[in-house]
């Protein structure tokens, strides 16, 4: 085996895994066989990072697993107030930054602070305590009040479909899945000098097309769909994103190997590969044509796709809530030193479970209401 970048031969000591679909998006179609240790970490860096960036918003709010860690956070601003919020993967809304505010008046201080964390607040208090010798670290800390609410109205993200390092990205992703199927070589050489950003092709643009595929309101997938075409002499991939970022790539403008028709289709909410009919069989003039009078104003379907994927990040995240509440809800009722295992249940029991998840559960209705429009 040889990379196909470099050219180096695969070995014990060189190899490693190549993410077909990065690991950031939740991908787990990888191999060994496709480039060396060197090139996965230097295209890594260059190009894999900056696609992870643009479809990190996904992972985070789909609350995907990956292999490796968590999705990152996401950075919002409250719409309202201007203030920027951080959504972690687990759901969790906290600010942006901690805040300290010292204010003089008279003959004393004001210093209010807000931090996300105990970790934050210890350290915090710390530097507050050698700064203000009078105070101490501890009544700092116990000072502290912990505070949680929901935020109402809208957030506002900046997202970005695309560029030049993204293209390059998707043109790797499309070039690992033909060589994953085994595909020869010689015919997709001529895009390493692209990939590697030392020549511009026009060969990768976005594509959203009408049905392709069907899409059922709770399915979000990422997709691969090679196409080797010797009759028209066209090999092509197709790579979808979260049903949200879409690609065409062309690969080859004078196939003349086995004729190819691959699907890979991989369910990012259930983290298992399904089975979808795909249909873009483009004859040799259609494809050429895609990255030549390029399609300019897709911005009406990408915000089609958006609210279908963004309408299960929803739901998922709502589930995932009420999930959070209940189990808060028996930890507060039924904590483990108050009930030890084996307990039978009683009635008051129940009541007391019931009553620490309404109580928790109530907020939450009301937030829901609130933002129902
Ligand atoms: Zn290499």
Same mark, same amino acid.
């Given at each position: 085996?040889?990379?196909?970048?470099?050219?180096?031969?695969?070995?014990?000591?060189?190899?490693s895994?190549e993410?077909?679909i990065?690991?950031?998006?939740?991908?787990?179609?990888?191999?060994?066989?496709?480039?060396?240790?060197?090139?996965? @970490?230097?295209?890594?860096?260059?190009?894999?990072?900056?696609?992870?960036?643009?479809?990190?918003?996904?992972?985070?709010?789909?609350?995907?697993?990956?292999?490796?860690?968590?999705a990152?956070?996401?950075?919002?601003?409250?719409? +309202?107030?201007?203030?920027?919020?951080?959504?972690?993967?687990?759901?969790?809304?906290?600010?942006?930054?901690?805040?300290?505010?010292?204010?003089?008046?008279?003959?004393?201080?004001?210093?209010?602070?807000?931090?996300?964390?105990?970790?934050?607040l210890?350290?915090?208090?710390?530097?507050?305590?050698?700064?203000?010798?009078?105070?101490?670290?501890?009544?700092?800390?116990?000072?502290?009040?912990?505070?949680? @609410?929901?935020?109402?109205?809208?957030?506002?993200?900046?997202?970005?479909?695309?560029?030049?390092?993204?293209?390059?990205?998707?043109?790797?992703?499309?070039?690992?899945?033909?060589?994953?199927?085994?595909?020869?070589?010689?015919?997709?050489?001529?895009?390493?000098?692209?990939i590697?950003?030392?020549?511009?092709?026009?060969?990768?643009?976005?594509?959203?097309?009408?049905?392709?595929?069907?899409?059922?309101?709770?399915?979000?997938?990422?997709?691969?769909?090679?196409?080797?075409?010797?009759?028209?002499?066209?090999?092509?991939?197709?790579?979808?994103?979260?049903?949200?970022?879409?690609?065409?790539?062309?690969?080859?403008? +004078?196939?003349?190997?086995?004729?190819?028709?691959s699907?890979?289709?991989?369910?990012v909410?259930?983290?298992?590969?399904?089975?979808?009919?795909?249909?873009?069989?483009?004859?040799?003039?259609?494809?050429?044509?895609?990255?030549?009078?390029?399609?300019?104003?897709?911005?009406?379907?990408?915000?089609?796709?958006?609210?279908?994927?963004?309408?299960?990040?929803?739901?998922?995240?709502?589930?995932?809530?009420?999930?959070?509440?209940?189990?808060?809800?028996?930890?507060?009722?039924?904590?483990? +030193?108050?009930?030890?295992?084996?307990?039978?249940?009683?009635?008051?029991?129940v009541?007391?479970?019931?009553?620490?998840?309404?109580?928790?559960?109530?907020?939450?209705?009301?937030?829901?209401?609130?933002?129902?429009?």
């Open positions: 085996m040889k990379c196909y970048i470099c050219d180096a031969a695969i070995t014990r000591e060189n190899y895994y993410h077909i990065i690991n950031a998006a939740g991908g787990r179609l990888k191999s060994r066989d496709l480039i060396c240790k060197q090139c996965n @970490s230097d295209f890594g860096e260059k190009i894999d990072n900056i696609l992870a960036n643009q479809l990190n918003f996904f992972a985070n709010q789909l609350m995907i697993k990956r292999e490796r860690g968590d990152q956070p996401i950075v919002g601003k409250k719409e +309202s107030t201007n203030e920027e919020i951080r959504f972690l993967p687990d759901g969790t809304i906290i600010p942006h930054r901690p805040k300290y505010e010292e204010t003089a008046e008279n003959n004393h201080v004001n210093i209010s602070m807000m931090v996300r964390d105990n970790a934050e210890k350290k915090m208090a710390a530097s507050l305590a050698r700064k203000h010798p009078q105070l101490k670290e501890e009544d700092i800390i116990n000072a502290a009040v912990h505070r949680e @609410s929901y935020i109402d109205g809208y957030t506002t993200f900046n997202l970005n479909v695309g560029g030049p390092e993204v293209f390059r990205a998707v043109c790797k992703c499309a070039v690992n899945y033909f060589k994953y199927k085994k595909g020869d070589t010689k015919y997709i050489k001529p895009l390493i000098s692209y590697k950003g030392t020549e511009d092709k026009d060969i990768v643009w976005m594509h959203y097309k009408d049905n392709l595929y069907d899409l059922n309101d709770d399915e979000c997938f990422h997709m691969l769909h090679l196409r080797g075409n010797p009759t028209e002499r066209v090999l092509y991939c197709y790579v979808d994103y979260f049903n949200t970022y879409k690609y065409i790539i062309l690969l080859n403008d +004078s196939y003349d190997g086995d004729e190819i028709g699907t890979y289709c991989f369910d909410l259930n983290s298992k590969v399904i089975e979808k009919e795909f249909s873009a069989d483009y004859n040799r003039a259609t494809l050429l044509d895609f990255f030549i009078n390029k399609d300019v104003q897709p911005f009406e379907r990408v915000q089609q796709c958006f609210n279908h994927t963004m309408a299960i990040s929803q739901r998922r995240q709502r589930e995932n809530h009420i999930g959070k509440i209940i189990e808060e809800g028996l930890n507060n009722a039924w904590g483990k +030193s108050k009930y030890p295992n084996g307990t039978i249940i009683t009635k008051e029991m009541d007391e479970a019931v009553d620490e998840i309404m109580k928790k559960m109530e907020p939450f209705i009301l937030h829901q209401l609130k933002n129902k429009n």
